[in-house]
């Protein structure tokens, strides 16, 4: 992987699913939502230029470094029949490490920032929507916000108050909330203003930042040993279907939340996880699962599929092109936005910015 053009899914993993070999060469297909599907060299996919460097910073070669293992790891468990349990620790620290390379996690950032700037960060300029959010948040939360007001007033009029005397004031100014809100946006929202023109200047480097911190890491640290402490516990198993039958998307492991019950990306997802899965070929799927062999959900390539795909930011890779797979491509990105990802929802996103900005806790 040495060079400018760095892979953050491993080649070794593509070749998996191989469209055709010619002389050497590995091609596979790609799809993409609202595309015409395309064969290309697996040179091409999964990669972006510099993707481990940055500035004085790489971990481009020690990633090249643990790749060989990982890619023996690979092919010996193509050779296996399926329903065989494999040793843990070896698959743990695989799934750990991809998990950790892809490009998934700066595209979540990108996108959070994206949401902040559109939506929240508008709203809160303007002092109409910025007093709806208050109101909303002092209907959630109403002994916190009760406590962060007096806060605010008495910084703000210095008033020292005895205990009986405050608490009978409070009754009368908290009777008629909507006006006390409108004082209260009427004094703080022009230091809002300035914190939201500082939060807006400072987004660019935030997400420069978390390029570099993605880096930094990756080259302290390719195999995360609380994840694989985590992976370890499970019992894994590899199964084994007719050609064709899985595809790769571009996000790696899929997990089944155990609070949600829903899919999930592995990444943000890594505490809920009662079953992991991984395609590792187009035949071949890594599962590991809190269950016993004999206690497996039947595995499902289609449902599988479906999953990885809908979770997939931008394309997945397939042997063939039939049907199936153009069908597969319309659920592109389905199950990809924030608030799926994070169980939340655009309120609830906007009450916990609110907290920071105003610092209740």
Not at 105 to 121: A, E, M, Q, S, Y
Not at 188 to 213: A, C, G, N, R, Y
Not at 240 to 250: A, E, K, R, T, Y
Request: glycine share 4%.
């Amino acid at each position: 992987m040495s060079g400018k053009r760095h892979h953050y899914l491993p080649q070794f993993l593509l070749k998996g699913f191989a469209s055709r070999i010619n002389r050497k060469k590995v091609y596979t297909r790609v799809f993409k939502k609202n595309k015409d599907p395309y064969e290309t060299n697996i040179e091409n996919v999964g990669i972006e230029k510099y993707f481990y460097t940055r500035e004085n910073t790489s971990a481009d070669n020690i990633i090249t470094s643990v790749e060989n293992n990982y890619s023996l790891l690979i092919n010996d468990l193509r050779k296996l029949s399926s329903g065989i349990k494999l040793e843990p620790k070896a698959i743990s620290e695989f799934i750990a490490h991809l998990i950790i390379r892809i490009n998934h996690i700066r595209t979540t950032f990108k996108n959070l920032g994206r949401f902040l700037l559109n939506n929240v960060i508008k709203n809160i300029q303007n002092p109409s929507e910025f007093k709806r959010i208050l109101s909303q948040y002092n209907k959630n939360n109403p002994e916190q916000f009760r406590s962060y007001l007096l806060k605010e007033f008495e910084k703000e009029n210095r008033l020292l108050l005895n205990f009986e005397l405050q608490n009978f004031l409070c009754e009368q100014i908290f009777k008629n909330i909507d006006s006390l809100l409108d004082i209260f946006v009427s004094n703080f929202h022009p230091s809002i203003l300035k914190q939201m023109d500082h939060l807006l200047k400072s987004l660019p480097s935030i997400v420069d930042e978390t390029h570099i911190k993605h880096i930094e890491t990756l080259s302290k640290d390719l195999t995360p040993t609380a994840r694989i402490k985590k992976y370890m516990c499970l019992n894994w198993f590899l199964f084994v279907d007719s050609p064709g039958s899985f595809v790769l998307g571009d996000i790696g492991p899929i997990t089944i939340s155990t609070t949600s019950f829903k899919f999930k990306t592995l990444l943000f997802n890594n505490d809920n996880a009662s079953e992991i899965y991984m395609p590792i070929s187009d035949r071949h799927l890594l599962v590991g699962s809190l269950s016993t062999l004999d206690k497996l959900i039947p595995i499902n390539s289609d449902f599988i599929n479906k999953a990885t795909v809908s979770l997939s930011i931008e394309y997945f890779i397939a042997t063939k092109q039939t049907e199936r797979e153009f069908e597969y491509s319309n659920l592109i990105g389905n199950n990809t936005d924030l608030f799926k990802i994070f169980d939340t929802t655009p309120a609830e996103m906007e009450q916990a910015i609110l907290e920071g900005l105003l610092g209740i806790s």
